[in-house]
């Protein structure tokens, strides 16, 4: 398995380093939920090894040919993060935890700023993605019982991440992260045509529906969530395959998507495209303090339905967006270099 995922390992002196840089941000921020961390994670990160960094800039520029990178090697100890919480709506102040999430933020900032959805959590940053009994069926973070089907994040949306990084913190429950880049795909010429031409249509995920942001830290109002209902409304004809061929960005979401109406040809064709989508799949199985950076503008993920272990060693990732460019989105937010889209 994962014989196909780029996979880097820490060495044991640049760990010294990352300490170092975790416990001085330490020093100063008891969170990362909050845009002057942020910045000065960012700042930080250039101190890190000179090996990491380049290796994150090549990624993060397309340098490689792969649309996603496995960085392991940084040490959990599963006694001191405690208890798995048993849903997203935990606490944007965990001690447990924040020499962890600072790790993720250190590694993610040297591909790009990171940022977060008004509309999913409130504008956080680091998602908790946990196994959610309710949830169990659905195509959400918090399901278990089904395939979360094929999904560049955000994909409805013009302002979606360049990049994103996935942290395992736990997965005894051995559950797969799929992968598959649109360099891992070889698309006959018919298909090609089609799936590039603007014959389809995505809708909102439900992660950024109403029902599915209730917290007991935040409130948001109807209001909040009027783009969204425009999007759903009123979904853009989009095309799945992007750019010059042999350099294409891919635009799926499997469960919100489809042809435009009475395009049967097109529907085919993204018929043809999930299905091949599997064939091509690089399943990887991460364990505690593995880091999974995917380029979210070539790279498709989901996951392999799993049996959960609810409780306080369930499976538990974090998963935070980055863009390149921050103020590219300026338009969607209240500062054009804010890291919280509306
Ligand atoms: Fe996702």
């Given at each position: 398995m994962n014989a196909l995922v780029v996979t880097e390992s820490i060495q044991n002196d640049e760990l010294l380093i990352i300490e170092e840089l975790i416990n001085r941000l330490k020093g100063k921020f008891n969170t990362i939920e909050q845009e002057k961390f942020a910045d000065e994670c960012l700042l930080v990160g250039q101190e890190l090894p000179y090996r990491l960094r380049k290796l994150l800039n090549d990624f993060r520029n397309r340098?490689?040919?792969?649309g996603y990178l496995l960085l392991r090697g940084f040490p959990i100890d599963d006694e001191a993060i405690g208890r798995t919480p048993s849903h997203w709506d935990a606490s944007w102040i965990n001690p447990r935890i924040l020499r962890e999430e600072i790790f993720q933020c250190l590694i993610s900032s040297c591909t790009g700023d990171i940022f977060g959805w008004l509309t999913q959590e409130n504008g956080r940053y680091l998602r908790h993605i946990v196994p959610i009994e309710k949830d169990k069926n659905e195509q959400l973070g918090g399901s278990s019982n089904v395939v979360l089907l094929w999904h560049v994040e955000?994909?409805?949306?013009?302002?979606?991440?360049?990049l994103m990084s996935i942290m395992c913190y736990r997965n005894e429950e051995k559950a797969c992260t799929n992968i598959c880049a649109v360099s891992d795909l070889d698309i006959p010429d018919q298909y090609w045509e089609i799936l590039s031409q603007k014959r389809f249509f995505i809708e909102p995920d439900k992660s950024h529906m109403q029902e599915n942001n209730e917290s007991k830290h935040w409130q948001l109002n109807e209001e909040h969530f009027k783009k969204i209902h425009a999007f759903l409304e009123n979904p853009e004809p989009v095309s799945v395959l992007n750019g010059i061929r042999g350099q294409e960005n891919l635009l799926v979401d499997e469960a919100f998507m489809d042809a435009l109406p009475g395009d049967e040809e097109a529907k085919k064709a993204l018929k043809w495209l999930f299905n091949h989508m599997n064939e091509r799949n690089n399943p990887i199985m991460m364990g505690p303090g593995d880091l999974l950076l995917i380029d979210n503008r070539m790279t498709a993920h989901g996951r392999s339905p799993y049996v959960p272990n609810y409780g306080p060693k369930a499976r538990w990732l974090r998963r935070v967006n980055i863009t390149a460019d921050l103020r590219k989105s300026y338009q969607w937010k209240d500062k054009p270099y804010g890291r919280v889209i509306f």
């Open positions: 340098r490689m040919n792969d955000e994909a409805f949306h013009p302002q979606r991440a360049d």
